[in-house]
């Protein structure tokens, strides 16, 4: 009887048994890819609403009134832990916002300013006995506080004022007294000009190339006079001299801070960063300084008592500046006919922004954004004119909700930048 089954060549055995356990690893592969996708879909989808909620947090967290060193922690029913922290930074409130949920954790860190509508005057001049004289192409818009002497029109050396309308906007009878600044904004400063630092620190040596993330305590360079070229500084890193900061067009700064009593940028800089000095800013021509950067003289506690002494800001043709100018002066000075000129703003001239003078400002070019001043001044021809603005510009804020020094009164908050 012949036999039903047939002998199979082992080859062929071979070869069915490698396409089966090919079939089981591919079969696996697939499973294991499966799984594998699905884990890690879950925890990027895990990570990304952790991301998504500590962001919604951190904005919700900076509108609060912000009174100096903030440091909460808190964890609700899923939970969820909230860090929030903020200190000062220059003209604004550094703010870290951190969550944690069982192994995960997001962080996100930036600058915070208060914020401006359209209701924050675009100029505002001391009341006094004194009106404000328009002369020249000045152009005035916006929110117009001034003297309750009033407006009008005058003349510097044959020129007369050739505008349509003394104001673009809204006139308002300003005070006796600028707006205040929060104290604990000026006692930050105050700090800073004593010890170059307000919170934790790590004294460095100096290279040419430095970056400091702001998640890390701050970078603190010291010396005599500083003279910084041909190198590349960025981030959370604070510069001070006890003398002098000289700043050169082959700098690329970003982010930072530099502190002395006297701070030196020449021509064509560019970069973004906050100069504090005590005694004296200038800056050359053709420089452009980026948002958000600061320029702030604080006079208070200088050590030389001479009224006459020109401790001031000079800004020169062609410098476009995106931030805040901001002068101090000592409380017992007050400005007079014979007065230097505090802030000097020379022809050409483009801030965008907001410049705080608590003494004399000489406007030659043009401001987009906020103006507040004690006294206005021309210096020309051979002669002073008080209140007078010639061939000046001040116009509205280009931009929407834009975050600014820290004034009394107005303590609701906005983002300025994102940090890293």
Request: aromatic share 10%.
């Amino acid at each position: 009887m012949p036999s039903v089954f047939k002998k199979v060549p082992a080859q062929a055995l071979y070869f069915a048994l490698l396409i089966a356990t090919l079939g089981v690893l591919t079969l696996t592969a697939v499973l294991l890819w499966q799984h594998t996708s699905s884990f890690f879909g879950k925890q990027s989808s895990i990570a990304t609403s952790l991301h998504y909620t500590n962001k919604e947090l951190f904005l919700h967290k900076i509108k609060e009134t912000y009174t100096g060193t903030k440091d909460t922690l808190a964890v609700n029913n899923d939970n969820l832990t909230h860090k929030f922290q903020q200190k000062y930074y220059g003209c604004w409130i550094r703010s870290f916002s951190g969550v944690q949920q069982k192994n995960f954790n997001a962080n996100t860190i930036g600058l915070v300013g208060t914020s401006t509508s359209d209701r924050t005057p675009n100029f505002y001049l001391k009341n006094s006995n004194s009106p404000l004289i328009l002369v020249g192409n000045t152009r005035l818009s916006g929110q117009i506080y001034i003297p309750s002497s009033g407006i009008r029109t005058g003349t510097i050396h044959g020129n007369y004022f050739n505008g349509n309308r003394l104001v673009q906007g809204y006139k308002h009878t300003s005070k006796d007294n600028l707006p205040k600044l929060q104290s604990q904004w000026l006692t930050y400063l105050r700090t800073l000009s004593k010890e170059g630092v307000s919170d934790n620190y790590k004294a460095v040596s100096f290279s040419n190339s430095m970056k400091n993330s702001f998640f890390n305590s701050s970078f603190l360079l010291r010396g005599n006079h500083i003279s910084l070229q041909a190198c590349t500084l960025s981030g959370n890193i604070i510069v001070k001299a006890t003398s002098k900061i000289t700043v050169f067009k082959s700098a690329k700064l970003t982010d930072v801070i530099l502190i002395a009593p006297e701070i030196e940028l020449k021509s064509n800089v560019k970069g973004r960063f906050q100069c504090i000095a005590s005694e004296k800013i200038s800056v050359g021509k053709n420089c452009s300084l980026s948002y958000p950067s600061a320029i702030v003289v604080d006079n208070r506690y200088t050590n030389k008592e001479d009224e006459h002494l020109k401790s001031d800001i000079s800004i020169e043709k062609g410098t476009e500046i995106h931030g805040s100018i901001v002068f101090l002066k000592k409380k017992a000075i007050k400005p007079f006919r014979n007065s230097n000129t505090n802030v000097f703003l020379d022809e050409r001239t483009n801030i965008v922004g907001q410049v705080y003078c608590e003494g004399n400002l000489q406007l030659n070019g043009a401001i987009r954004g906020s103006v507040y001043t004690e006294q206005c001044l021309v210096d020309a021809y051979g002669s002073r004119y008080i209140n007078h603005l010639y061939n000046a510009t001040i116009a509205q804020f280009p931009v929407d909700n834009y975050a600014g020094i820290p004034l009394v009164g107005n303590e609701k908050n906005t983002l300025a930048k994102w940090l890293y």
